[in-house]
């Protein structure tokens, strides 16, 4: 196949050429080859304690024959996506009250002011931010010594919880997510709020009837990125999360420590490789339904 | 006259609105200097006025959209002053319709009939009706997107009129739509008055909209009222300079009084003395005034014939309109006159451009303004 072929006659101009090269190049190397690589690897097999290209489905039956059982890969998945789902409604619901504070309730002028204070810890280390988030949180850490100070006797356990999880993963979400609502919410046409005012509305019926539905696609891009991020997640489950934290579910790792574990304690690169396909999978699906959501809640609008 | 008798029939003797020396300002601008406005039940009152006059400022002030910094405002006799908008019983139609985008044309319509406890059949019966009132229900499950600016239109009254508002306040409804529909919806909003007998105060800077509806026509300016009356004694009989400048095509002369004998006020004026006729009010002899002439009281002065005023000025330009001819002139002293015909000189009668043509007009089509700065404060 020749250049001609690829690109349709009238965008033949060399200059579109040389500027198509670098996105086509960064996505080669960064996204598709690792990607690719990955997948491969999945289904090789290890042989004498070395990886050998040679194809087989063996890790995955190996994976999906304990999924409930002995490994319990597929608790962790349950777990994973359960805490993302819980993480990236509450952060959501969080960052959406923050952002209507700075869109209806700061003075135009500071709103920018107000935003890059949201927005500050995004800029410092996110496993700095874990770690002090451990401080914190720990039985005996700052929260439990000012409670056990008023008066509350039983320290909080929130460490290696999935609560101190979410926590970590909230903290990491909100600047992004507050970014996102700040701009659905600076783009409500304020006249649809007064007219339902006008109408009758309270000020409370206003927020559900006019405010939430205009800001529908926004919390639905808002909600699609926090589950993505969440389930993707490593470091918050690991540091804060303690590993195998507990929640109503169980004492079930996510199943992205599990990934992390399973690479340190096996010498089995590919069956790694395999967990990890897994969940790129998923994550994939998450990705065509927000999508899917995202794009219904467009057409609303239009 | 006739227009009084057709008044009476409009707009009945209870009072639906009464608004007492409305003031606001925004910080350091003043929107409403004060302003006084009553309103009849059942009447069709035009708030017309340059852009930046106070008169959304006012609707808003009405609706409960905004707080007057003084002054009453009574809603058939009771004080709404510290009524929160939403407990008001005025309903207003907004210049860009304000229509509910994720919601469809019967859950628009509905919005302001389901806040409170309700009757889902009653809600939909009324829905329906109104729907039908305004030529819609063929309509009602549309989407907001697909409707035309017409319909667009229809359904913010809808939306408003399910509510059976006690008045209905109308922001420039009209300036969105092109001027072929905007003829039409104007005939339709005045039936739709008639039929309803509820009150519509219409703001608009459209002096043909203004006129072409309202029983009362009140010309706002800088946060004041400047003249209040029937449409035809606005245009005919302008009080302010302003008004005069705003309304219609109008010359305005500048002169001094010299005679008052007889009935006839004659005054001096730059291009020559100008004689009226049949102004009521007593005037003093020397008295600084200006004059009012109406650009199609105008035309060009025929030999032989007396009793008139006239004016010479150089034609300067014309424009044709379609319907009528303007024609921009200019007397040797730099005075600006405007001529408005129906039709325009047939060529060949030395109307070439930079020709002077000598104009007439009878001395009871000249209208006296108030003295500058006579004006109530």
């Known amino acids: 196949m020749t250049d001609s072929s690829v690109i349709p006659p009238s965008n033949r101009s060399p200059l579109k050429l040389t500027f198509l090269a670098p996105p086509v190049g960064y996505y080669a190397i960064f996204f598709i080859a690792p990607l690719a690589f990955?997948?491969?690897?999945?289904?090789?097999?290890?042989?004498?304690?070395?990886?050998?290209?040679?194809?087989?489905?063996?890790?995955?039956i190996d994976i999906f024959s304990q999924f409930f059982s002995r490994?319990?890969?597929?608790?962790?998945?349950?777990?994973?996506?359960?805490?993302?789902?819980?993480?990236?409604?509450?952060?959501?619901?969080?960052?959406?009250?923050l952002a209507m504070g700075i869109v209806f309730c700061v003075p135009e002028r500071y709103q920018r002011l107000f935003l890059v204070l949201a927005i500050l810890p995004f800029w410092s280390s996110y496993i700095l931010r874990l770690f002090a988030w451990q401080?914190?949180?720990?039985?005996?850490?700052?929260?439990?010594?000012v409670l056990g100070g008023l008066g509350l006797d039983d320290p909080l356990i929130i460490t290696n919880t999935q609560i101190g999880t979410r926590i970590g993963l909230i903290h990491y979400l909100a600047p992004i997510l507050i970014i996102i609502l700040y701009i659905t919410l600076i783009n409500v046409n304020r006249n649809l709020i007064e007219a339902a005012r006008e109408l009758g509305a309270t000020r409370l019926q206003a927020f559900w009837r006019v405010i939430v539905p205009l800001s529908r696609l926004g919390l639905t891009f808002a909600f699609g990125f926090g589950v993505i991020v969440s389930f993707g997640d490593v470091l918050s489950g690991m540091l804060v999360g303690g590993g195998i934290g507990q929640s109503w579910l169980g004492s079930y790792p996510l199943y992205s420590n599990m990934i992390m574990a399973d690479y340190n304690s096996y010498t089995n690169l590919p069956r790694t490789a395999a967990l990890a396909t897994v969940m790129v999978l998923i994550m994939v699906v998450m990705l065509v339904v927000a999508y899917r959501m995202a794009d219904r809640a467009r057409q609303r609008l239009a | 006259m006739a227009n009084e008798s057709a008044s009476a029939v409009a707009g009945g003797t209870v009072a639906d609105l009464e608004a007492r020396g409305i003031a606001k300002r925004f910080g350091s601008v003043v929107a409403i200097e004060r302003v006084d406005l009553d309103v009849r039940r059942g009447e069709f009152v035009a708030i017309m006025?340059?852009?930046?006059?106070?008169?959304?400022?006012?609707?808003?002030?009405?609706a409960g959209l905004e707080r007057a910094d003084a002054g009453t405002l009574l809603l058939r006799g009771e004080d709404i002053g510290d009524v929160p908008v939403h407990r008001r019983s005025t309903r207003l139609i907004w210049q860009d319709y304000s229509l509910f985008p994720f919601l469809n044309v019967r859950k628009n319509i509905e919005f302001g009939l389901t806040l409170r406890r309700h009757d889902k059949k009653a809600v939909r019966t009324k829905v329906e009706a109104v729907a039908e009132l305004v030529h819609l229900d063929h309509l009602l499950s549309r989407r907001i997107g697909q409707l035309s600016g017409g319909e667009k239109q229809r359904v913010a009254i809808a939306r408003a009129l399910v509510t059976e508002p006690e008045i209905l306040l109308l922001d420039e409804p009209l300036s969105s739509l092109d001027a072929h529909l905007r003829i039409k919806v104007q005939s339709e909003l005045t039936v739709l008055q008639r039929e309803l007998g509820i009150s519509f105060i219409y703001v608009t800077h459209n002096q043909s909209e203004a006129f072409a509806m309202a029983d009362r026509v009140v010309v706002m300016n800088k946060g004041v009222v400047e003249q209040t009356g029937r449409p035809a004694e606005i245009y005919n009989r302008p009080e302010t300079h302003f008004v005069a400048e705003f309304v219609g095509a109008n010359n305005i002369f500048e002169g001094r009084v010299s005679d008052t004998a007889a009935g006839t006020v004659v005054v001096d004026c730059s291009h020559g003395t100008v004689q009226i006729a049949g102004h009521g009010n007593r005037?003093?002899?020397?008295?600084?005034?200006?004059?009012?002439?109406?650009?199609?009281?105008?035309?060009?002065?025929?030999?032989?014939e007396d009793g008139l005023n006239t004016i010479r000025a150089v034609l300067k330009g014309r424009e044709f309109t379609g319907s009528q001819v303007i024609y921009y002139l200019e007397t040797a002293q730099g005075v600006e006159v405007k001529m408005v015909l129906q039709e325009p000189f047939t060529e060949g009668e030395g109307t070439e451009i930079n020709s002077e043509l000598e104009l007439c007009w009878a001395p009871e089509d000249t209208v006296i303004l108030g003295h500058r700065d006579a004006r109530q404060p």
């Open chain 1, 71 to 97: 490994s319990r890969f597929g608790w962790a998945l349950v777990q994973s996506i359960y805490v993302a789902v819980t993480t990236s409604v509450f952060a959501v619901i969080f960052c959406y009250f």
């Open chain 1, 135 to 145: 401080l914190i949180l720990a039985q005996k850490g700052v929260l439990n010594y």
């Open chain 1, 38 to 60: 990955l997948v491969v690897l999945g289904f090789w097999i290890v042989r004498d304690y070395q990886i050998v290209a040679e194809f087989s489905v063996g890790n995955y």
């Open chain 2, 49 to 62: 006025g340059p852009s930046g006059c106070g008169k959304t400022t006012l609707l808003r002030i009405i």
């Open chain 2, 283 to 304: 005037i003093d002899r020397g008295a600084a005034i200006e004059l009012v002439v109406q650009a199609d009281k105008l035309r060009r002065r025929l030999d032989g």
